[in-house]
């Protein structure tokens, strides 16, 4: 059956370094793949999105790689700061190969940066 | 502006009640979803719909039912409240016409059955 998994519940880091969050899956094909910010209390927020065909994808500070040889997207927070403390999630289309279907969605990594 | 709103925020039921949770977007968006979140298990989906008259069952179905009669709205219904659907609910909705996949997510409902 399809699998997602990020690898880390929790990522503790200190203000100024880079964090990076793993998202690795199985028994998929994906057109594409997301990642979103979830602050406490509220629903996510769409950061960004990648294609299979694009290996790299830049926002601001944000860096997402996708390699499918590998089933595997790393999420990049360049320079953290205290205020990118949140929880991150990735998600892969339900459907394989088959953009715009619902969405299945990681457990999430908790992010803390501190000061 | 556009938004996504769920009502009520908060609820309290009695196991066997029958529960409605609303969820109105104004994006005119033809994909709308239902996921539940539980802590150990993240985002799972429940039901979503594609356009009007159009309904599917997600991972966890059982026990939920939706109805879509007009693009703005898709309600979800408890049949019979159980206390294992104690849990925090979030409607989203998405484009369907364009190459936009992303998700805008409502603030979420928390639900508990007592």
């Known amino acids: 059956s399809q699998k997602i998994e990020q690898n880390s519940e929790a990522l503790n880091i200190q203000e100024g370094k880079t964090a990076t969050l793993t998202c690795n899956y199985t028994?998929?094909?994906?057109?594409?793949l997301q990642w979103y910010r979830q602050d406490p209390g509220r629903g996510p927020v769409f950061l960004l999105l990648?294609?299979?065909?694009?290996k790299e994808k830049r926002k601001e500070r944000l860096k997402v790689t996708f390699d499918t040889t590998l089933k595997q997207s790393l999420f990049h927070i360049t320079a953290s700061q205290p205020a990118d403390s949140a929880t991150y999630l990735c998600?892969?289309?339900?459907?394989?190969?088959?953009?715009?279907?619902?969405?299945?969605f990681g457990k999430g990594t908790t992010l803390s940066v501190s000061s | 502006d556009a938004e996504i709103t769920q009502s009520p925020r908060h609820k309290i039921t009695e196991t066997g009640r029958q529960v409605t949770l609303a969820c109105h977007q104004t994006?005119?968006?033809?994909?709308m979803f239902w996921y539940r979140q539980d802590l150990g298990h993240g985002l799972r989906l429940i039901h979503y719909?594609?356009?009007?008259?159009?309904?599917n069952k997600g991972e966890v179905s059982d026990g939920y039912s939706v109805s879509r009669s007009n693009t703005e709205d898709l309600p979800l219904t408890l049949e019979s409240a159980a206390s294992s659907q104690t849990s925090v609910y979030f409607c989203?909705?998405?484009?369907?016409?364009?190459?936009?996949?992303?998700?805008?997510f409502g603030p979420g409902t928390r639900l508990t059955v007592t």
């Open positions: 989203a909705s998405s484009e369907s016409e364009t190459e936009i996949y992303e998700q805008y």
């Open positions: 719909s594609y356009g009007v008259q159009d309904t």
């Open positions: 994006w005119n968006h033809n994909n």
């Open positions: 028994n998929y094909s994906p057109a594409y």
């Open positions: 998600a892969l289309d339900m459907l394989d190969n088959q953009a715009g279907t619902a969405l299945i």
């Open positions: 990648i294609r299979e065909n694009e």
